[in-house]
């Protein structure tokens, strides 16, 4: 049964750091690109991070680059999202979401309070 488990979120204040943790199953993870994803209350869910299977490419939305690091250790099956300097705006539900196997996530809740 393939799952994603998405944990490490929680309240934070402005400026302050958070790492989320993706813990994949049921697939071999390693061989496929894995995208962080988060939707804020009341707007639509969007891209805001993106891993090939070996972790040399990345991407990222524009609100984020710079702030933001998406990692993988395939030892592991797990993909990391580093958060620094926390926004306000930064706060919504990531999701991270396996492209090839259409497969997301539960989330977890981010705050960021100013």
């Known amino acids: 049964q393939v799952q994603l488990v998405e944990s490490g979120g929680g309240l934070v204040q402005t400026g302050q750091s958070l790492r989320l943790s993706c813990v994949t199953s049921?697939?071999?993870?390693?061989?496929?690109?894995v995208n962080w994803y988060r939707q804020a209350p009341g707007k639509e869910r969007y891209l805001v991070a993106s891993i090939d299977a070996t972790g040399t490419s990345t991407n990222y939305a524009d609100s984020v680059k710079g702030r933001f690091t998406i990692s993988r250790d395939n030892a592991k099956s797990t993909v990391f999202l580093q958060m620094d300097s926390l926004k306000p705006e930064d706060t919504a539900v990531y999701y991270c979401y396996c492209p090839a196997l259409d497969h997301w996530g539960q989330g977890t809740r981010v705050t960021v309070s100013s």
């Open positions: 049921g697939f071999t993870a390693r061989l496929f690109s």
